[in-house]
């Protein structure tokens, strides 16, 4: 008989190098655990020169867990948790593991902390009309592992995705290679959140709603689309259409899927209206109202627009764009060609002998780059003269330029006024505001920060703008994302140019946590944690409309969607005053926090894999849908990957089958 099988043995471990000894009675009187399998040969046991059993895993950890297991009392003296609770739950001590979620619930409220505003559930989905196909997406899935422990007993995972997107792909995915799969969209996952005075609209997969707040109401879902048979890849809303369809009481609200454009019409409380469905003849990467008109862009340029008034919808062919940003009824355009254009909307059609609008250049780069990235600031008028334009860009080069335009001086175009050459790779974000010059690189979202200098409203040179500071905005991306997660997950920043701006860091794609940081510095404003523990799938930050009392102020709120289709919302509001106080009264001596620390970024990244890769490196940096994609159409095939390089790093191992494949982006 096998002295194992015996109750009263003593059992002899080595436990990664430290030798424990104990009784079987000891390791086995909780059921189904790691140990009771092992003991009971259903897994089998690795023995050292000494004929003790061998386990590959922590010995300080298993300390605390052996000693539960002698006195059933859990002591946490000089204990990592995190570390424990993954131990607990490798060798199956449910015991150890229940103990530890009830001490993480108590300190977790369902109700959320102070900057918790509110919670939307998720609405009901609109029936699949009869004959309309599930749409899907492409997912990675690398083999399941066969070295674990307990992958012998255990039940096995959920049943492999139906139909492969590369047949041959998927019948070779052996020995942890990843495989190409087509699942269903989830109809309950919010996909973009967009927001317009005091509404938001909310985009699913296959549909589309709005909410409206009131002070005596608070939110209320007023608009719900049918069931769409493309997927929603944009949403646009305008809570105020000025020359609509009944005196300015119409809410508009416009979704793209592929080259497709769909409009409808609606009001308060009465019916909803389509207003027509449009084609660009090609994908539609931004959708957007300016005042009245609808405005579709599409990187390889092409600007579709319809007008509320004239209810006409035309396309006018451009240089191929690759950022844009409007400024009152201007839409100014950076384009492929070095070159910014703007058109009016507000003389749109102008040119009315061949109905074309009247596209007109505006500035030239001096050194021919490609424009990525645009930010146009307006002036407070300061004479009967009108505003100055201040608009800053980034290059593909990496420089960052600010170009100013006098009212005096309309007819000369505008002057080159400063050029920064602090990044190595493309601009891929820009924002001027009124105290700040803040540019992002493709370099893992890499933060440069200016003090801007005025007089009078005016940009000045004396003494001009001083470096701030230098940060980085981490964030990981699902490497074959649905088309909408681009508009759904941008890092900002967001805020009024005149008041104090944020990024808003999402490290990994499936998570339930948020890092808000002041655009300025990067320092922490708040970290936002899911009140339900749903994983977040998009955000959007928005300052609605504050009540009809005198004095009442607009505030700032972020919206963030989740898988199973609810709608959070937390108040920056409040955060950023909190922020202001605690500066205030430690003068600024308060120990800097910026994003996650290194603790926290690890425990992020545990939740995903960013080793697994279809590349020969585990990542490509940059690789945001805007600027990579205008490289590439740009440069040779053979210069890509030299001017795309950046890898993360990382080596071959071992697969989660529950883990995906993911890449260092901008949202």
């Known amino acids: 008989m096998d002295p194992l099988l015996c109750p009263g043995e003593i059992i002899h471990l080595n436990v990664g190098g430290t030798r424990f000894s104990t009784s079987k009675q000891t390791l086995t009187w909780i059921p189904d655990s790691f140990f009771c399998s092992l003991l009971s040969g259903r897994i089998s046991s690795l023995k050292d020169e000494t004929g003790a059993i061998f386990i590959d895993r922590d010995p300080a950890a298993f300390v605390p867990i052996l000693n539960f297991l002698r006195t059933k009392e859990l002591d946490l003296r000089g204990v990592d948790i995190n570390t424990l609770r993954h131990e607990a739950e490798y060798y199956g001590i449910t015991p150890i593991v229940k103990r530890l979620d009830l001490c993480e619930d108590l300190e977790r409220s369902s109700c959320g902390d102070v900057l918790f505003h509110g919670y939307l559930p998720a609405p009901g989905v609109p029936p699949r009309p009869v004959g309309v196909a599930l749409e899907t997406e492409c997912r990675m899935r690398p083999s399941a592992p066969t070295d674990s422990p307990l992958s012998q007993y255990q039940s096995s995972a959920a049943t492999p995705l139906s139909r492969s997107r590369y047949a041959s792909a998927a019948d070779g995915a052996e020995g942890g290679e990843t495989a190409m799969f087509e699942v269903p969209l989830d109809p309950k996952k919010v996909r973009i959140i967009v927001g317009h005075h005091s509404w938001i609209a909310v985009a699913y997969a296959h549909f589309v709603c709005c909410y409206r707040v009131k002070e005596s109401t608070g939110w209320q879902l007023v608009f719900n689309s049918e069931y769409l048979e493309q997927s929603v890849e944009r949403v646009a809303l305008n809570s105020k259409c000025p020359g609509g369809y009944s005196d300015n009481k119409d809410r508009m609200i416009a979704i793209s899927s592929g080259s497709d454009i769909r409009l409808w019409s609606f009001q308060d409380e009465g019916p909803k209206n389509e207003r027509g469905v449009f084609n660009l003849s090609v994908q539609v990467d931004d959708l957007f109202f300016i005042g009245s008109q609808l405005v579709a862009i599409s990187h390889t340029g092409k600007i579709g627009v319809w007008h509320a008034m004239t ?9 191929p764009i690759s950022c844009y940003d409007t400024a009152g009824t201007f839409l100014l355009l950076g384009c492929n060609n070095g070159s910014i254009y703007y058109i009016d909307m507000q003389k749109f059609p102008l040119r ?4 074309d609008l009247l596209v007109t250049e505006l500035y030239h780069d001096p050194n021919d780059d490609m424009i990525t990235a645009l930010s146009v600031y307006l002036t407070p008028k300061i004479s009967v003269s009108g505003n100055w334009i201040e608009i800053a860009y980034g290059t593909s080069s990496g420089k960052v330029r600010v170009i100013v335009q006098h009212p005096e001086t309309v007819g000369h175009g505008p002057q080159l006024f400063q050029t920064f050459t602090v990044h190595r790779s493309p601009v891929c974000k820009v924002m001027l505001s009124e105290k700040y010059l803040v540019s992002v690189c493709a370099e ?6 200016w003090n801007v200098t005025r007089f009078r409203g005016m940009i000045s040179t004396q003494p001009g703008s001083t470096p701030l500071n230098s940060f980085k905005i981490i964030s990981l991306e699902d490497a074959d994302p649905h088309h909408s997660y681009g508009a759904g997950n941008r890092i900002g920043p967001f805020g009024e140019q005149d008041d104090e701006q944020v990024f808003v860091q999402k490290v990994v794609p499936e998570t339930d946590k948020l890092f808000v940081r002041q655009s300025s510095t990067g320092k922490r404003v708040c970290v936002i944690k899911t009140v339900d523990g749903s994983p977040l799938s998009c955000f959007c930050v928005h300052e609605c409309e504050g009540s009809s009392r005198m004095g009442s ?7 963030t969607g989740h898988a199973n289709g609810s709608i959070q919302m937390w108040d920056l509001t409040t955060a950023l005053s909190k922020v202001d ?9 308060r120990s800097f926090v ?3 620390t290194e603790v926290e970024l690890l425990k992020l990244l545990e939740q995903c894999d960013i080793s697994a890769s279809r590349c020969s490196t585990p990542s490509l940096s940059p690789s945001t849908s805007l600027v990579a994609s205008r490289l590439r159409m740009s440069q040779p095939e053979d210069s890509q990957d030299e001017s795309l ?10 697969q989660d089958p529950n883990s995906k494949v993911f890449r260092v982006s901008l949202c």
């Open 581 to 589: 106080k605690d500066n205030k009264d430690t003068d600024g001596s």
């Open 444 to 449: 893992y979202n890499h933060v440069r920060t």
């Open 594 to 596: 910026g994003g996650p």
């Open 311 to 319: 209810h006409n919808w035309q396309i006018q062919d451009v240089e």
């Open 645 to 654: 390089q950046g890898a993360v790093g990382g080596a071959d191992s071992t």
């Open 553 to 559: 102020r607009p505030r700032r709120y972020l919206f």
């Open 352 to 355: 009315m002998k061949d109905n």
